[in-house]
């Protein structure tokens, strides 16, 4: 089955999930994946099968102690894939657009499902979106600090021809933050809160380094 990934109205209802902690996924953004339980080998299976569609949504343990699922993921269509010798498969998941879950379905499938609901998200669609409004010089004057104080290099001639939101997007996707860390980014309402978060959280990060005089043991290699 096809779907038209320009238009809103046609993404799928029904979505399966991942469910992976502290793993964020972005309009446009890239995520590896590297699957082996079987389940989640079915829910690959049949995400072939279905467009190629599947989203990521990260879970989180109720007060009882049940996995519930955060109230909005990323719906990722799989752009790339390759076995393994041991039977493993390894993913790459591009995203197409946020939603909220509407609702976590009764399923047959050893994976779960819901019910996507994007309209909150109509403009994910849209590429570049408020790139305009981003502090770019604040994400780079950061990342660079960041870089410097955990000595690390950095490919800056790509860094500086990337567009705002290829920068924000990557930055965050792999920055070494926490799941509610991540999830904040994933629910800014625009491109711009989202550098604004990143900003915030990697200045906590350079103030607890200086303080501390070492490296930061969490930094991305």
């Known amino acids: ?101 509407a609702e976590e379905l009764n399923v047959l499938t050893p994976y779960r499902q819901i019910r996507a609901d994007y309209r909150p998200f109509e403009s994910d669609l849209i590429a570049d979106v408020g790139s305009l409004d981003v502090n770019r010089e604040g994400v780079l004057d950061v990342l660079k600090r960041y870089l410097d104080a955990n000595g690390m290099q950095a490919d800056w001639p790509a860094i500086e021809s990337s567009n705002n939101e290829a920068l924000v997007n990557s930055l965050c996707i792999i920055s070494p933050y926490g799941a509610q860390e991540k999830q904040a980014m994933l629910e800014a309402a625009t491109l711009a809160e989202r550098a604004e978060i990143l900003i915030a959280l990697t200045e906590m990060v350079l103030a607890q380094l200086a303080q501390s005089g070492g490296a930061n043991d969490n930094a991305v290699q």
């Open 1 to 101: 089955m096809a779907f038209d990934l320009d238009d809103m109205t046609k993404l799928p209802d029904t979505v399966p999930v991942f469910p992976l902690e502290g793993v964020l996924l972005l309009p446009r953004g890239q995520v590896p994946l590297n699957i082996f339980e079987p389940r989640y080998l079915q829910m690959f299976d049949d995400a072939l099968a279905n467009g190629r569609l599947l989203g990521m949504v990260q879970p989180y343990d109720d007060e009882s102690g049940v996995e519930g699922l955060q109230k909005i993921g990323c719906l990722g269509r799989i752009t790339s894939f390759s076995e393994t010798e041991d039977g493993r498969m390894i993913v790459s998941l591009t995203g197409v657009a946020r939603f909220s879950v």
